[in-house]
Structures are given as structure tokens and as C-alpha cells.
């Protein structure tokens, strides 16, 4: 079975919107406007890109990444290499850029689920704020990885749904805390 993980920048109050400076979101880019840049802090996305075998995305986060992505050959090296599925229920084929590599879209969370059941090493979840809701509230995160940033946004997209569901216990893998404020935090879910 492969392990499902969820990566994300995170505010302190649980927004995941706009991270990168994306337009059309009040505070975006809010990882790098008044946080002093420190490497270390984000030494998890190379980590990530060398243990993940394939990326899961959301349509939303699809076809923001793919037309950007594929000519940062040096920063996401590992993620342009790997398989891609995105989740969509409106996505073709024919919508799918042809630069990117090989690329699937899965129409449900049961496809998501088969998914899990195949042979293979993890697959990592980027952006795609509703699809990790969905997931989350699924049963089907396996491993949070998040990269917390010592701002309060108020508004905006959160990583976890209000949804009335059980509790679900996390196990603390790792953490750091850097100078400039960010904490790193991976949780392995407790299914």
C-alpha cells in the first residue's frame, strides 16, 4: 500500500491560500513578505521531492502548477520527473498540458483510494486545499507533512475541513524550529 502525503505551507490559524504570492488572495504570499528567508526551513521540499514517487493534485492546483512548473527545472526537478494524477471530476485529456510528463486523472476519491492500493513508493499531495479536506475527511492522509509560519491570516482557504468527524490521533515524526519562526512538523496519521 503507498503512503499518501499531504505537504503544505500553513498559518498558524490553518490557511494554506495564496502561499507563493498567487493572485486574487488578500495576503498572498505571506511565506516570504516580512519572514527572513532561512534555507534550512526549507530543506523539506527536496526531501520530498527525492522520497515521492508520484504527485496528486487537485484540478484547482493543476492548472496553476502545470503551465509554471515544468520550466523550473531546477527547483521542482523531482516533481517534473514523477507520474501525475490530478482529481476532477471536469478536467479531459485534451486539457492536460503535454510538457509535464505522464499525467492521469483520477475522477473520484474511491480512484484515489484504488490508487493507494497500487504498488509503489508515496505519493505526495501539493496545494490543493479542497482535495486535502476531502482526503483528510476520507481517511486517506497518511503522513502531514507542514511547514507552519508564525502569521494569523484570518481568511482563507484552511488544510482541514469543520467537517463533524471523529478524532483522528497524529504521531509526531519530526520537527525543527528555525530562527525565523517557521516550525516544521511531520505528523504520521493514526488510522
Same mark, same amino acid.
Given at each position: 500500500?503507498?503512503?499518501?502525503?499531504?505537504?503544505?505551507?500553513?498559518?498558524?490559524?490553518?490557511?494554506?491560500?495564496?502561499?507563493?504570492?498567487?493572485?486574487?488572495?488578500?495576503?498572498?504570499?505571506?511565506?516570504?513578505?516580512?519572514?527572513?528567508?532561512?534555507?534550512?526551513?526549507?530543506?523539506?521540499?527536496?526531501?520530498?521531492?527525492?522520497?515521492?514517487?508520484?504527485?496528486?493534485?487537485?484540478?484547482?492546483?493543476?492548472?496553476?502548477?502545470?503551465?509554471?512548473?515544468?520550466?523550473?527545472?531546477?527547483?521542482?526537478?523531482?516533481?517534473?520527473?514523477?507520474?501525475?494524477?490530478?482529481?476532477?471530476?471536469?478536467?479531459?485529456?485534451?486539457?492536460?498540458?503535454?510538457?509535464?510528463?505522464?499525467?492521469?486523472?483520477?475522477?473520484?476519491?474511491?480512484?484515489?483510494?484504488?490508487?493507494?492500493?497500487?504498488?509503489?513508493?508515496?505519493?505526495?499531495?501539493?496545494?490543493?486545499?479542497?482535495?486535502? /479536506?476531502?482526503? =483528510? *475527511? $476520507?481517511?486517506?492522509?497518511?503522513?502531514?507533512?507542514? +511547514? #507552519?509560519?508564525?502569521?494569523?491570516?484570518?481568511? &482563507?482557504? /484552511?488544510?482541514? =475541513? *469543520? $467537517?463533524?468527524?471523529?478524532?483522528?490521533?497524529?504521531? +509526531? #515524526?519530526?520537527?525543527?524550529?528555525?530562527?525565523? &519562526?517557521?516550525?516544521?512538523?511531520?505528523?504520521?496519521?493514526?488510522?
Amino acid at each position: 500500500m503507498r503512503t499518501l502525503i499531504s505537504t503544505a505551507f500553513i498559518s498558524l490559524d490553518g490557511v494554506v491560500e495564496g502561499p507563493g504570492g498567487e493572485p486574487g488572495y488578500r495576503n498572498s504570499g505571506w511565506t516570504f513578505k516580512d519572514i527572513a528567508f532561512e534555507e534550512a526551513a526549507y530543506a523539506l521540499k527536496g526531501e520530498e521531492q527525492t522520497e515521492a514517487t508520484a504527485l496528486l493534485l487537485g484540478r484547482v492546483s493543476y492548472q496553476a502548477f502545470s503551465p509554471v512548473w515544468p520550466g523550473m527545472t531546477q527547483e521542482f526537478a523531482g516533481y517534473n520527473a514523477m507520474p501525475k494524477y490530478v482529481v476532477s471530476t471536469t478536467l479531459q485529456d485534451s486539457d492536460l498540458v503535454t510538457n509535464w510528463g505522464e499525467t492521469t486523472i483520477l475522477r473520484s476519491l474511491d480512484d484515489v483510494a484504488a490508487l493507494k492500493e497500487t504498488d509503489g513508493g508515496p505519493i505526495i499531495i501539493n496545494g490543493s486545499a479542497t482535495l486535502n /479536506r476531502n482526503l =483528510s *475527511d $476520507a481517511g486517506l492522509i497518511d503522513q502531514y507533512n507542514l +511547514l #507552519v509560519f508564525p502569521v494569523l491570516l484570518g481568511a &482563507g482557504k /484552511r488544510l482541514f =475541513s *469543520d $467537517a463533524d468527524r471523529d478524532k483522528t490521533n497524529l504521531e +509526531l #515524526v519530526s520537527s525543527e524550529s528555525y530562527k525565523n &519562526g517557521i516550525q516544521k512538523l511531520v505528523y504520521s496519521v493514526q488510522h
